[in-house]
């Protein structure tokens, strides 16, 4: 089975699929992954139901998951975190029936050497963490391509709250999964990756409610800490804290 083949959730499955740092200087940004041997994929551009949207991106592709570089959208930092579905008509009509008021869903599309890559995509204005959403991949292919796989996994999503407990079972509701306690704070577990909610982590965030940062699984942790190190990146113990034309935060394991 491929890389793109394994991305794709199974019937009644959700997982973390993934998140993205909205950015002002594309080229910024990207400057800063290029310095640690990260591949990024080439820039494309947005249509939404066939038109363009406005905005464009660049991704980090892995073998679990991806971080997407987005710019023209409103607001900076890490902004966005994605669900993977594998039905997300389905993913619709739930949130509207717990009173999450999803707007209609969207098509997003965007072309890629070799293809148009196609998703369906759901959200909700009730999540005022940032853009959290559903994405059902149609053409994964065209998404995880060959020669642009980094050897990272996503794995947790960290989320900032004033009251865990309440905002993970906000977070449960949208998400149908039954938060549980753990040593960090609250955790809510979905088939790949799971969401950590606590009042603090272990570097600093912005202020509650917000998304703080994003677990990356790695085979050689020590040696691409390293690599941070030596690009300038601040890195202290297991977690690199990102500049600011990024946003947010990377906690190895």
Not at 164 to 188: H, I, K, Q, Y
Request: glycine letters at 10%; aromatic letters at 8%.
């Amino acid at each position: 089975m491929s890389v793109a083949d394994r991305q794709r959730p199974r019937p009644g499955e959700l997982v973390v699929d993934h998140v993205a740092h909205f950015v002002a200087d594309l080229d910024e940004a990207a400057a800063i992954l290029q310095q640690l041997a990260l591949k990024l994929t080439p820039l494309s551009v947005h249509q939404a139901d066939g038109k363009p949207s406005g905005t464009s991106n660049r991704c980090l592709m892995f073998e679990q998951g991806y971080v997407e570089i987005l710019a023209g959208a409103a607001g900076r930092g890490l902004r966005l975190a994605c669900f993977g579905t594998p039905d997300a008509e389905a993913e619709q009509r739930r949130l509207a029936a717990h009173g999450f008021e999803p707007p209609p869903l969207v098509a997003l599309s965007r072309k890629v050497k070799g293809g148009t890559a196609r998703f369906k995509v759901v959200r909700s204005e009730r999540m005022p963490e940032g853009r959290i959403q559903y994405c059902e991949h149609l053409t994964p292919q065209h998404v995880w391509k060959a020669g642009f796989i980094n050897r990272l996994k996503l794995t947790d999503l960290y989320v900032v709250a004033d009251d865990p407990v309440a905002t993970a079972a906000r977070w449960g509701r949208f998400a149908g999964l039954l938060p549980r306690p753990s040593r960090e704070g609250v955790r809510l577990q979905t088939a790949r990756g799971a969401v950590v909610i606590a009042r603090s982590f272990p570097w600093e965030t912005p202020p509650a409610p917000t998304l703080a940062g994003y677990g990356l699984a790695c085979r050689q942790p020590k040696a691409f800490l390293a690599r941070c190190r030596r690009a300038g990146l601040q890195v202290k113990g297991n977690i690199v804290h990102l500049p600011a034309a990024l946003g947010g935060a990377w906690v190895f394991s």
